[in-house]
């Protein structure tokens, strides 16, 4: 469908790129508040 209509293929790959890029960036502050100590950038 995305090759016959090429206005819903960017719409798709722009909402795919936009879950993706939230994913990514809940998981980094997830791992962050983990394992980084008080968000200063060196491990102990």
Do not use: F, I, K, N
């Not at 722009?14 to 008080?38: E, I, K, N």
């Amino acid at each position: 469908m995305c090759e016959d209509d090429p206005d819903l293929g960017r719409t798709v790959a722009l909402w795919v790129g936009d879950v993706l890029a939230h994913r990514l960036y809940s998981a980094r502050t997830r791992l962050l508040d983990l394992y980084a100590p008080y968000g200063s950038g060196y491990l102990l």
